[in-house]
């Protein structure tokens, strides 16, 4: 340690989910933090997401009389996840250590001070597999005043949810004109906002509320945090990882770390070359990951002699790319009535509703067959006229820009939208006669979709008999296209039961933590519900992080 220029007992790389929580948990046992992050802005891709934790068992499931345990959690994640030679991140010790854990972690959040509370109603992505929980698993943390951060509130990363309420009611408010309940939460959102501005709140949500609250408990509890603070090396002497390499005032600056280090810096969602080695066919500009998610520490692990593992999997989020905005995720959109999903031919190919790692795969898988990046969304009028559409607001009245661009589709006839787009007519006509003989029947006889809670959750309430097949019969007839997009990547190091960063002989890097995208996930190549990345993503910066304490007093 003495080569080093300043020495803490834990030092964190990056600032996104699980940082925080790890630091919270070295300066409850009096220890000195430093985390680091390479951006100029505070919370990763976890402030800009939706900010949802899966934690089975958790505390707030327990107080609604939500049934579930540790054993139904496994029976879950052994039918969703199961075991595969190339998932190393997903063994069932792994799993169990998971499951064990994550609801201690919250525990530990709330005594800390962090507001958190349960959705009510957000389905497994496979409610009908053995343990799975139609309520839902899901934990969030409740709306944050981010004027409470005083100095700090500029350096926070904002989130995609310009409209500040509970993601619940905000997920409500596109069917405004076919739900009063919708129209009522309308009101009660605009009142909200008003309130804010005449008593000098700025509340935000979702990521944002859950980092906002982290932030605020790690500044207030001494966490020191550097931004703009790049780490190029990871030290290790005689086995152990010591310390790192960082910038400081533009010069190299050698932090000591005593108890441990760990990597929570994100994956490789913007380095396309990366991409194009292990996740071909799919791009950084339709990624929503944060800016600093460039595959760094992925190289610098790798140097160490690390494992690396899931490389090929990614978040993946289905989105259209509307002119002049950022990508828009159509998952929801898709899931509505009057709306399918079909490939260049004009073939439709999978359930446009359910989880949406599962979607992009196979999104991927058709285009190794036949042309499917991208696929396009066929809807009918009255699908523009009650439902959004790419970054629009329900009803017919388009952008010009949009059919200037070629984004909009537009037919009078399902043939005509077909030539528009450059399928074949027959086969479009076809696939739609098809369908709509599923939906007037109540029944997707070839891709089920509707058959579990959670498509039908997607889909809207409202409307009968299914709240997710709808018939596509009236014009005109339109389309946009959708691309395999994502949240971030979903592999990296792997790791085992106390987070430690192993090698590929099974043996760790003493000292050495890993978490969040980082690593190759404990999910596998799935996603069992919503928050399957933050969630672990905060549960093993919470084991990392006592698990170094143990080491440290032995």
Not at 52 to 77: H, I
Not at 193 to 216: C, F, N, P
Request: proline share 5%; charged share 25%; with cysteine.
């Amino acid at each position: 340690m003495d080569s080093m220029d300043e020495t803490y007992d834990f030092v964190v790389v990056g600032s996104g989910g699980g940082s925080m929580c790890a630091g919270l948990i070295m300066r409850e046992a009096g220890k000195s933090v430093l985390i680091l992050e390479k951006t100029d802005l505070i919370g990763g891709s976890t402030a800009k997401a939706g900010g949802v934790m899966w934690v089975p068992n958790n505390r707030f499931m327990a107080a609604d009389g939500v049934e579930d345990s540790p054993e139904r959690a496994m029976a879950y994640l052994d039918a969703v996840v199961g075991d595969h030679n190339d998932t190393p991140g997903a063994t069932r010790d792994r799993r169990a250590a998971y499951v064990e854990n994550a609801p201690r972690m919250i525990d530990f959040l709330v005594k800390q001070g962090i507001r958190l509370r349960r959705i009510r109603s957000w389905p497994d992505y496979y409610d009908d597999r053995a343990g799975g929980s139609e309520p839902g698993r899901t934990v969030v943390a409740e709306l944050f005043n981010l004027n409470e951060l005083g100095d700090l509130k500029a350096k926070l990363r904002p989130n995609n949810f310009p409209i500040a309420g509970p993601l619940d009611e905000l997920m409500q408010l596109p069917l405004f004109k076919r739900s009063w309940r919708s129209r009522y939460l309308m009101m009660k959102t605009a009142l909200r906002t008003v309130s804010a501005r005449l008593t000098g709140k700025h509340w935000v949500t979702a990521g944002a509320a859950l980092q906002g609250r982290m932030l605020q408990q790690a500044a207030g509890k001494g966490i020191e945090i550097r931004t703009d603070a790049p780490v190029k090396e990871i030290l290790v002497e005689d086995g152990a990882a010591v310390g790192l390499v960082t910038v400081k005032d533009g010069r190299d600056w050698r932090v000591g770390a005593r108890c441990g280090i760990l990597v929570n810096a994100g994956g490789f969602a913007h380095n396309q070359a990366m991409r194009d080695e292990h996740i071909p066919n799919t791009s950084t500009e339709w990624t929503h990951a944060a800016p600093g998610d460039t595959g760094d520490m992925h190289r610098e692990l790798a140097r160490l002699g690390a494992a690396m593992a899931q490389m090929n999997e990614m978040v993946g989020n289905q989105m259209t790319l509307p002119p002049g905005v950022a990508p828009v995720g159509v998952q929801m959109q898709l899931a509505k009535p009057h709306a399918i999903l079909v490939d260049q031919s004009g073939e439709r190919y999978l359930n446009e509703g359910g989880s949406y790692m599962e979607f992009c795969q196979g999104m991927l898988a058709r285009n190794e067959e036949v042309s499917a990046i991208p696929s396009w969304m066929v809807v009918d009028t009255r699908f523009l006229r009650d439902y959004m559409i790419g970054s629009t607001m329900p009803g017919t009245g388009k952008p010009q820009s949009w059919y200037d661009s070629n984004y909009l589709r537009k037919g009078e006839t399902i043939e005509q939208l077909a030539t528009a787009c450059g399928m074949d007519p027959a086969r479009l006509k076809a696939n739609v006669d098809r369908f709509n003989g599923f939906a007037r029947n109540g029944r997707d006889e070839d891709f089920g979709r509707g058959n579990r809670a959670y498509d039908r959750w997607l889909g809207d309430r409202t409307h009968g008999p299914s709240a997710t097949l709808g018939t596509i019969e009236e014009g005109p007839f339109f389309a946009v296209p959708v691309v395999p997009g994502d949240v971030g990547t979903f592999g990296g190091v792997v790791t085992d039961t106390h987070a430690r960063v192993l090698r590929d002989d099974g043996t760790p890097i003493r000292g050495l933590y890993a978490t969040g995208t980082t690593t190759a996930s404990v999910m596998g190549r799935t996603y069992p519900g919503a928050g399957c990345s933050i969630g672990p993503s905060f549960t093993w910066g919470f084991v990392a992080a006592r698990h170094a304490l143990e080491q440290a007093s032995t």
